[in-house]
């Protein structure tokens, strides 16, 4: 089954084509592999930097979450997501809550 969903790259690797996506509804992460794509993509050609949000179509099977067809709707929406998520933002007596930033979509 697959869904259409928003999510921040939070890792990327442009000499492989592989990136780590947070998802917006804050389940598993999604991952992204141009190698087991070999089908036309918008992401072919594109090259993807942590903090980018993007769109795409997110399969789960029994091992992870995979991601497809991403199309990119703000390049550096959230730089500083990654380090935020592993704690690096947080002051003391702050909780471990990080909210998905507020999308800014695309327009046309």
Request: proline share 4%; charged share 30%; glycine share 10%.
């Amino acid at each position: 089954m697959e869904d259409r969903m928003y999510g921040v790259v939070l890792w990327a690797d442009p000499s492989d084509s592989k990136a780590v996506i947070w998802c917006e509804d804050h389940g598993n992460l999604a991952y992204y592999s141009a190698a087991e794509q070999p089908e036309q993509n918008m992401h072919q050609g594109m090259a993807l930097d942590a903090g980018d949000l993007i769109q795409f179509d997110m399969r789960e099977d029994r091992v992870c979450r995979r991601a497809r067809n991403l199309r990119r709707v703000d390049v550096g929406f959230a730089p500083t997501l990654a380090e935020k998520l592993q704690g690096g933002g947080r002051k003391g007596g702050e909780d471990n809550v990080v909210a998905f930033p507020a999308a800014r979509r695309a327009v046309g």
